[in-house]
Structure formats: C-alpha cells, structure tokens
C-alpha cells in the first residue's frame, strides 16, 4: 500500500534557524516519484520538486534542498536561513507506477507540515 | 497566478442553498482533480476526470455533484450541504495520464456552512 508520513504536525523556528521537514514513504514499487508542495496562507498548493526513484542525487535550489534517501524510504526537505516568507504547510507526496500508469496521475498526500518562522 | 483559477475565493451558503464552484485551467492538461482540505486533516481526493470522463468517485456524497464539460472547466454543485463540509475546496490540473508531473493547483475555494 502507499503511504506518506510526515510525522511533524508543527514546527517553530526564528529566522536564520535552518529547518528539515521529514517524509517518509512506502510503496510496493521500484518506480515512484515524489514531490513537494508548499501551501501558503493564500491555499494554493505550489510545486517545490519532483524526483524520480532513480535519481538519488540531492538537490539544492537556493536555500531550499532535498535529501533522497531510499534506503531509509526518507524525502526530506531542509530550508537554510528561514525567513518569514517560509511560513507555510508544506506537503509530502508520492505518485508510484500503480498511481500513474492509470488513466491519471494520482498523488498520494502526506497531512503536512505547518511551519511558523518568527521574526 | 498558477494557471488554474478557482471561483469564488470564499463562500458561505446555508444548509439549503445550492450553489457551484468553478475551477478553469487554459495549461491544455487533460485531467482535473477536486481536492477537500479540511482543518487537522489530509487532503482529500473528491473527483478525477479525464478527458472529460469522470474516472473516480472517492466516495464523496451524493450532495456534492461534479461537472465537466470539456477539458478546461470542472465545476463542482453543492446542495443541501451539512456543516461538516465547510472546508477549503481545491481544484488541480496534470498533464497526459502515465506522465508524473505532478499537479498545478488552484487557489481554493474556502467553504462555510452554516
């Protein structure tokens, strides 16, 4: 069955703190990608990343950067030097070979994690 | 601005009332998705449609009735809807089925009521 935790309902830090967002996965499949959207106040879910299950490699974009670890089924996301503007829910989610070789795209959620950066 | 725009932004209707939500996207994907947002809760996938066609049916209550009348538009009617629906309501887009790119989503429609 395919399923994405993310086990931090809430996380509060001050600006500059660095933060990690933790999602983990499970899936049947050796095919799956992931992906990260960022929700902020104004409801709309922004696509941060996707990476396929063949590409380990981490990824930076700025101060965002991603650690893909299979061995450990773990996405995990970590902002450097938070600021305000990061304040947001911020969702985990998993598309695997049984949920994209439909005749749709279906992506799996995790509940989210709403970060608060403070001034 | 994402590309897929959601009407209105917020809405408060009574148990009674009957109403649509309207969620348009011009990004030429083929499927459409509504989402339910509740506090405290995962998102929750209501309805996808394909190329039109209504491919899934989370079991969402009846009270709550889909549309899609050609790729670009998906509406959603609400009539006599209970309190426990208020929620924000999201609307998503994607690319060609078998191709993960994931979703563009809407801005949300936030629901109360009452």
């Known amino acids: 069955a395919q399923k994405v935790t993310q086990a931090q309902t809430e996380i509060s830090v001050v600006e500059k703190e660095d933060v990690t967002l933790d999602c983990v996965y499970e899936?049947?499949?050796?095919?799956?990608?992931l992906f990260w959207y960022k929700q902020p106040p104004s409801g709309e879910l922004v696509f941060l990343i996707r990476?396929?299950?063949?590409?380990?490699q981490n990824e930076i974009s700025g101060r965002y950067s991603w650690n893909f670890q299979k061995s450990t089924s773990s996405f995990n996301f970590t902002i450097t030097a938070s600021q305000v503007v990061d304040s947001a829910v911020y969702f985990c989610?998993?598309?695997?070979?049984?949920?994209?070789?439909?005749?749709?795209?279906?992506?799996?959620f995790g509940a989210g994690t709403r970060l608060a950066v403070h001034p | 601005e994402t590309g897929v725009t959601q009407t209105p932004r917020h809405l408060v209707m009574g148990m009674t009332n009957k109403k649509s939500l309207k969620c348009e996207q011009h990004?030429?994907?083929?499927?459409m998705y509504w989402y339910k947002q509740s506090a405290k809760k995962p998102l929750e996938l209501m309805f996808v449609?394909?190329?039109?066609?209504?491919?899934e049916n989370n079991s969402v209550p009846s009270r709550f009735s889909p549309e899609c009348p050609n790729s670009s538009h998906l509406f959603l009617h609400l009539h006599t809807l209970q309190p426990e629906d208020s929620a924000l309501y999201l609307c998503?887009?994607?690319?060609?089925?078998?191709?993960?790119?994931?979703?563009?989503f809407g801005s949300g429609t936030r629901l109360t009521v009452v």
């Open positions: 990004l030429g994907h083929n499927a």
């Open positions: 990476r396929n299950s063949f590409d380990e």
């Open positions: 449609y394909n190329f039109k066609e209504q491919t």
């Open positions: 899936t049947r499949d050796t095919t799956y990608y």
């Open positions: 998503a887009s994607s690319r060609d089925p078998g191709v993960p790119y994931g979703y563009t």
């Open positions: 989610a998993l598309s695997d070979a049984a949920s994209f070789s439909g005749s749709y795209n279906k992506l799996i």
